[in-house]
């Protein structure tokens, strides 16, 4: 079985903090992939990132960036000088043979 | 934008009715899912077509069906409607029609049920 965990159900930080979003992921597999999506108060699901279970490099993209370490099983978000358009809720996702989504942090970045 | 579009963006109905939720998936996309997204649930993905067949199914209710016609435009058809099913649901499309492979999403349709 796998799972998604986001134990951070929502953070609340204020605007040009740097704020990190926890997921960490079970599965037996060896080969899989590792997503982000972005669900802001509209509504829709944006994507932000893919990347397989080979490629432990860190991502940076602009203001975000990702931090996937193998050996804890965790594939973390940081967002660097956090803007209120970046209140969102947040979604880990693992897939293989199906994709399997975390339950979402709900970030909120006051004015 | 996606560039995967779902029709009605919202949508109000009594109990007991049927409704259908139409997508689109992205231009060159032979795959689509459907997910349903309400509060105490999360995301789960209901079922999956690819170039028309049915390739997976989820924790799809009896009385929902859907279906992936030649044009590759889905439908998820939803009957004797409960309260319960008031939800967010969500399209969703890729090429290969594999889960290691990025799924655009709609905008979804909320579904209201009174």
């Known amino acids: 079985a796998q799972k998604v965990t986001q134990a951070q159900t929502e953070i609340s930080v204020v605007e040009k903090e740097d704020v990190t979003l926890d997921c960490v992921y079970e599965t037996r597999d060896t080969t899989y992939y590792l997503f982000w999506y972005k669900q802001p108060p509209s509504g829709e699901l944006v994507f932000l990132i893919r990347r397989n279970s080979f490629d432990e490099q860190n991502e940076i993209s602009g203001r975000y960036s990702w931090n996937f370490q193998k050996s804890t099983s965790s594939f973390n978000f940081t967002i660097t000088a956090s803007q209120v358009v970046d209140s969102a809720v947040y979604f880990c996702?693992?897939?293989?043979?199906?994709?399997?989504f975390g339950t979402g942090t709900r970030l909120t970045i006051i004015p | 934008d996606s560039g995967v579009t779902q029709t009605p963006k919202h949508l109000i109905t009594a109990t007991g009715q049927r409704v259908t939720l139409r997508c689109s998936p992205r231009?060159?996309?032979?795959?689509v899912y459907w997910y349903q997204q309400s509060l105490d649930q999360g995301l789960q993905f209901l079922i999956q077509y690819y170039n028309g067949e049915e390739r997976a199914k989820g924790n799809i209710l009896e009385r929902f069906s859907a279906q992936q016609f030649p044009d590759l435009h889905s439908e998820l058809n939803l009957s004797s409607l409960e309260l319960g099913d008031s939800a967010l649901y969500f399209c969703a499309s890729n090429h290969r029609g594999t889960s290691t492979d990025t799924q655009y999403f709609g905008p979804g349709t909320r579904l209201t049920v009174l």
């Open positions: 231009s060159g996309d032979l795959s």
């Open positions: 996702a693992l897939g293989n043979e199906k994709l399997t």
